[in-house]
């Protein structure tokens, strides 16, 4: 950032997206609780939504100090990332929130092992396995080309392709499984 330069676009760091606002919904585990709240930004700003109440919301930070402004109140404290977990320290208390992200353990349950599909329609250009190979999480296994992409499809898992179900220069349609594999 250059702040000399006001006219910059990386010297702005508002919320304006070229189509319109963003929202996003973040959720945390707070002891046996789940808070849930959604930020909507746009260019009159951003506003924090929580257990179905609504408030023009703002903040700037200042080395470790983060000030915000929320509705008519303010406040002003540190917050240090652990992991997934998120250490709160305002005034003089200690609040831990553990951030669950919907896509930080993705692939990870043991149900979602076993199968490999394409993400879209195309075209399989080269398979490195064979029926029985093993593999460690994160071989390539597969790769094919759609839109003019080369997709290379990775093993989710260490284990054992039991079945390779498209050949070299083969059509898949969206969806379709490529490999068998059990972990």
């Not at 919904?25 to 808070?35: A, D, M, P």
């Not at 849930?36 to 257990?51: F, M």
Request: with cysteine; aromatic share 8%.
């Amino acid at each position: 950032v250059d702040p000399a330069d006001q006219h910059s676009p990386w010297t702005h760091a508002g919320a304006w997206r070229l189509n319109g606002g963003v929202s996003r919904t973040l959720r945390f585990g707070y002891g046996e609780q789940v808070l849930e709240a959604r930020l909507e930004a746009n260019a009159r700003g951003s506003t924090l939504i929580y257990a179905d109440q609504a408030a023009p919301f703002a903040f700037t930070c200042q080395a470790d100090d983060i000030r915000i402004n929320l509705g008519t109140r303010r406040t002003h404290g540190q917050v240090h990332l652990d992991g997934d977990e998120f250490h709160v320290f305002y005034g003089g208390r200690h609040a831990t929130l553990g951030w669950l992200d919907p896509l930080a353990h993705a692939g990870e349950a043991e149900g979602e092992g076993g199968k490999l599909t394409a993400p879209m329609p195309g075209k399989v250009i080269a398979v490195m396995v064979e029926a029985g190979s093993a593999v460690t999480r994160g071989a390539p296994l597969l790769v094919m080309e759609a839109m003019k992409m080369e997709h290379t499809i990775c093993a989710p898992a260490d284990g054992v392709v039991s079945e390779v179900l498209y050949g070299i220069g083969e059509q898949v349609s969206e969806g379709a499984q490529l490999l068998a594999f059990s972990a």
